[in-house]
């Protein structure tokens, strides 16, 4: 007898997920995943940092500690520590109560409860979505219940970000309408409004009483600065509006399968963020009951011992300046080879990943030719690049684009 499932169809790969798969089984000694969102060192292998060893070392030897379930919302110690991380330290939405705060499943996690919060409470449904955006945003809202539409981010012709149709999308958005917007280091592109620009972003979304949900997933990673890339987040705070922003730990604490995130919501009052909390509870209960222990028990050690956190910065830092130094490495190898265009947004960009501006044909062609893996749209992960390997990238660059000149 034909099972119940026959019917059911092969999905297709994860098209960012998948390169990973593709590159695992190429044989070639020279080649290159550039797909994949995760740091590496400059002999390419993952990196765990150094003070999370001895946070994890500390945690282990502590024989007093056991393995009970956390409450629904997470670690409250990790909770605080994580609000204060995003919004800063002396944020008068943390004196005076107004955030409330759930430990979630990094920032996937954060996204989807945030997500499902707002289906079930707000009364607008349609989120805006820079286009592009990172891929899951799409499924994530839309499995929630929520109606996704997208605004102008990027111009392909600059490689920069397109301020004029940004505004003028968000202002044609319907009142109330949710807008996620990258808190830094935009995933795919690497483009970044100024602060300019986002200090005429906030007036619009105020303006328009549109409600701002942050995507927060390389705070530290983008600048090498947590306070510089927080600095979009905490403008919106300042002025006393309400907000949604999702939190990871993955990229900054190199604490990817740990899956240690937050969701914190910025209230106008303490009797709405104590409210907003319960029903917090209500989402999370069903979905997951409670989250997990270990990774944000790192985390909170981390953030509360003035030395470990000093010495987080300066490893954070490091990573950051790595791939800051790929940049420019890339950069003067196709300056000097000559490759035909303007390769001056490779610099521009911020953050893990840089928007090449390569079609999917030359990106088809260097992963036959120069067995270099990347996803189609010719987003490249910078943190995959060393030293050694920038050279073997410039000549791909350089072969797709004169080839198809």
Same mark, same amino acid.
């Given at each position: 007898?034909?099972?119940?499932?026959?019917?059911?169809?092969?999905?297709?790969?994860?098209?960012?997920?998948?390169?990973?798969?593709?590159?695992?089984?190429?044989?070639?000694?020279?080649?290159?995943?550039?797909?994949?969102?995760?740091?590496?060192?400059?002999?390419?292998?993952?990196?765990?940092?150094? %003070?999370?060893?001895?946070? @994890?070392?500390?945690? %282990?030897?502590?024989?007093?500690? %056991?393995?009970?379930?956390?409450?629904?919302?997470?670690?409250?110690?990790?909770?605080?520590?994580?609000?204060?991380?995003?919004?800063?330290?002396?944020?008068?939405?943390?004196?005076?109560?107004?955030?409330?705060?759930?430990?979630?499943?990094?920032?996937?996690?954060?996204?989807?409860?945030?997500? @499902?919060?707002?289906?079930?409470?707000?009364?607008?449904?349609?989120?805006?979505?820079?286009?592009?955006?990172?891929?899951?945003?799409?499924?994530?809202?839309?499995?929630?219940?929520?109606?996704? *539409?997208?605004?102008?981010?990027?111009?392909?012709?600059?490689?920069?970000?397109?301020?004029?149709?940004?505004? @003028?999308?968000?202002?044609?958005?319907?009142?109330?309408? !949710?807008?996620?917007?990258?808190?830094?280091?935009?995933?795919?592109?690497?483009?970044?409004?100024?602060?300019?620009?986002?200090?005429?972003?906030?007036?619009? !979304?105020?303006?328009?009483?549109?409600?701002?949900?942050?995507?927060?997933?390389?705070?530290?990673?983008?600048?090498?600065?947590?306070?510089?890339?927080?600095?979009?987040?905490?403008?919106?705070?300042?002025?006393?509006?309400?907000?949604?922003?999702?939190?990871?730990?993955?990229?900054?604490?190199?604490?990817?399968?740990?899956?240690?995130?937050?969701?914190?919501?910025?209230?106008?009052?303490?009797?709405?963020?104590?409210?907003?909390?319960?029903?917090?509870?209500?989402?999370?209960?069903?979905?997951?009951?409670?989250?997990?222990?270990?990774?944000?028990?790192?985390?909170?050690? !981390?953030? *509360?011992?003035?030395?470990?956190?000093?010495?987080?910065?300066?490893?954070?830092?490091?990573?950051?300046?790595?791939?800051?130094?790929?940049?420019?490495?890339?950069?003067?190898?196709?300056?000097?080879?000559?490759?035909?265009?303007?390769?001056?947004?490779?610099? *521009?960009?911020?953050?893990?990943?840089?928007?090449?501006?390569?079609?999917?044909?030359?990106?088809?062609?260097?992963?036959?030719?120069?067995?270099?893996?990347?996803?189609?749209?010719?987003? !490249?992960?910078?943190?995959?690049?060393?030293?050694?390997? %920038?050279?073997?990238?410039?000549?791909?660059?350089?072969?797709?684009?004169?080839?198809?000149?």
């Amino acid at each position: 007898m034909d099972s119940v499932f026959a019917a059911i169809v092969q999905a297709p790969e994860d098209p960012i997920l998948g390169v990973t798969v593709a590159y695992n089984k190429d044989q070639s000694p020279v080649k290159l995943n550039l797909g994949v969102g995760a740091y590496r060192t400059e002999e390419g292998k993952p990196l765990v940092l150094n %003070v999370v060893r001895k946070a @994890e070392q500390l945690l %282990v030897n502590d024989q007093s500690r %056991v393995k009970e379930y956390l409450p629904i919302l997470g670690l409250a110690e990790f909770n605080k520590l994580s609000a204060k991380l995003i919004l800063g330290d002396d944020s008068p939405a943390i004196q005076e109560n107004r955030v409330a705060t759930a430990q979630c499943l990094s920032g996937t996690g954060s996204l989807r409860v945030g997500a @499902e919060f707002l289906a079930k409470h707000y009364n607008e449904r349609t989120i805006y979505i820079p286009q592009p955006s990172w891929g899951n945003h799409l499924k994530v809202f839309t499995m929630a219940g929520l109606s996704v *539409k997208t605004y102008s981010y990027y111009d392909p012709t600059t490689r920069g970000l397109n301020f004029q149709g940004l505004l @003028e999308d968000l202002g044609a958005a319907p009142a109330g309408a !949710i807008v996620l917007l990258h808190a830094c280091a935009h995933n795919p592109t690497g483009v970044d409004p100024t602060v300019e620009q986002w200090e005429q972003i906030r007036q619009l !979304i105020r303006s328009k009483g549109l409600l701002p949900f942050f995507d927060s997933a390389y705070q530290g990673f983008a600048s090498g600065s947590l306070d510089a890339d927080a600095q979009p987040v905490r403008m919106f705070v300042a002025d006393g509006g309400e907000c949604f922003i999702a939190q990871s730990y993955a990229k900054n604490m190199g604490l990817y399968g740990e899956r240690v995130g937050a969701l914190s919501i910025v209230c106008k009052a303490a009797d709405v963020a104590s409210r907003v909390e319960s029903q917090l509870k209500l989402v999370i209960r069903p979905m997951y009951s409670n989250p997990p222990l270990h990774g944000a028990s790192i985390a909170s050690t !981390i953030l *509360k011992n003035s030395d470990m956190y000093n010495e987080w910065k300066v490893e954070l830092k490091a990573m950051a300046d790595r791939i800051i130094s790929m940049r420019k490495q890339l950069f003067d190898a196709l300056t000097a080879k000559g490759t035909p265009g303007d390769w001056s947004h490779i610099i *521009k960009q911020i953050g893990m990943f840089t928007f090449t501006g390569l079609n999917s044909d030359q990106v088809a062609f260097m992963t036959k030719e120069y067995h270099i893996y990347m996803t189609s749209d010719g987003r !490249i992960s910078m943190a995959g690049l060393s030293s050694s390997t %920038v050279p073997h990238l410039a000549d791909a660059i350089h072969a797709a684009v004169t080839r198809s000149s």
